[in-house]
Structures are given as C-alpha cells and as structure tokens.
C-alpha cells in the first residue's frame, strides 16, 4: 500500500469524482480509477457507491477516510520536521487567480518563488472560485463575490474589495460630474457581468441602491476599466483594481462621500490536511502579503 494512493484516495473524496481529482493530479482517468479500485481490494472492502452520475463514500470509505486524514498529516509532520530549511520545500500548486487580478499579484507570487525555488507553480485565470476549484483541479484559489455553501472548501477572507464610482476627466467635462447617488441613473454606465450571467445593474451603496442605464456591458474588469479610462462612461469597480489609474489621473474617483456596500476577496482552498506542505506555505504566504495590497 503506497502512501501515493491513499493521498489519491483523500484526493478523490475532497474532490467529489475521479474526473476532478485526475485532472488535480495530472493523471489519466482510467489510473485513479484502477488505484482507487486496488486499494479497495487491500483493505478489503469497496469505499465507494458508483452510479453513472456521481460517487459517494461507503459506511466503511468514510470511517477509512477520516482516519487517513489523521495518518496523513502525521506522516507530513514527520516529513516536515525532518526538511525544515526552506530550500527543502518542493511541490506543484494549482492557483486560481481572478482574471485582472495578476498585474497586482505577480510581485507576491514572484516573491515566493524566489524564496522556495524548488516549488512549481501552476498559475490558472478563473472566473468562479467555487465552480474553478473542482473543474480544474486547484489546491488554492481566489474568490470574489458572494460564497457558495460548502463543507468541503475552506474560505478565508483576504482583502477587502471596496468599491469606487470612476470616470475619464473627459466624460465628466462633456457630461457633468453626478453629486448624488440618485444621478447615477441619468448618466451612461459601464455594467460588470458576473461569472453566473448576471448583469450588475443595480449599484449598492450603504445608504440606497441605484439602478443604473448600461451603455456597455462586459465580464472583463480590464475592460470596463479602459472604456472608463476612453471616455465612454462611469464604471463601479473594486478601488484595489483601479488605484494605479486614480494616482495617475487616468480615472477619478466621484461621490466618495457615499459608502458602496462592503465586499471581500476570499481564499479557497480544501482542508490543510489534504494539501502538499508547498500548498500550505504559498496559503500563509498570500495571507500575510496580499492585505498589504490596500
């Protein structure tokens, strides 16, 4: 019995299917699936219900999984206290990253290689945290937004995402500079589209929501972004985002009297116990750094 596979076995439970927790590890399908069902004929007992559509865990698969998850991190602490010294740490991780989001992160993520250079980083863009996190196999990823309801994902919140009404001096010299939340409805609104569909119509602030007429519609922040910086329209975007183009004039910030509702960045990612010690290290790392960011 290899220690491989009962990570791989943890792995699966986690991940909820042998699809997602092949393409986690970079393996075959048909591999998972031939280890999953080897080590259930070493221990003696099948550890899971198959259906064509999804997998659970038997009465037996789920006493064996809690009782790996123990194994497992004893074992990863003996490892951990035999290779203290950071160059020792090696690892893959998969991290998720919000699309628009790398020209911040790269200095950070960029850090971290450099003090762990024998760790490989596997860098995806994501939309949805939740959604991304099983479809791509991820170890870590960020999330912005509402949380989804899951017993199997850690969220920790990361940064706050205010938020700022932003123009183009240009729009506001041609079409006047709104003063209240109210005169947002009469001017042209370059609307964000979440990962789910919908539009964001309706702008939020502590004391009243506006509801706004889009000019220009778009799931890209980026984009938004430089149709505000054209001229084209007032954009609502996380202040985090646009603070390069609020110091340099590009875009100014208006009503900032009003409070937006608050909002947070969150970071994803299954319990400690079923990730690699790289994984670990890169969650404590990005929680420590990424708030310096504001």
Known sequence: ?????????????????????????????????????????????PLFHRTTRKISLTNQGEIYYHKLLQVIELFDSANEEITQSSCAMKGKVKLGILSETNEKLQPILFQFLQQ????????????????DMYQQGLDIAFHGG??????????????????????SQSYLQKNGTPFTVDELAQHQALCYRWPSGDLEVKWHFSGQTVKVNSRLESNSIAFLKDAAKSGLGIAFLPKVLVSSELQTGSLVSILEHELPIAEQGYLLYPQPKTLNQASRELIQFLLQEVPKLI
Do not use: H, W
Request: hydrophobic residues 45%.
């Open 1 to 45: 019995m290899k220690i491989a596979d009962l990570r791989l076995f943890v792995k699966v439970v986690e991940l909820g299917s042998f699809t997602a927790a092949a393409t986690s590890l970079d393996l075959p399908r048909a591999n998972v699936s031939r280890r999953i069902s080897e080590l259930e004929q070493q221990v003696g007992t």
């Open 116 to 131: 762990y250079p024998d760790v490989e980083l596997d860098l995806r863009v994501i939309q949805n945290g939740f959604t």
């Open 146 to 167: 509402e949380l989804v309801d899951s017993s199997e994902l850690v969220a920790r919140k990361i940064l706050a995402l205010d938020r700022c009404v932003v123009a």
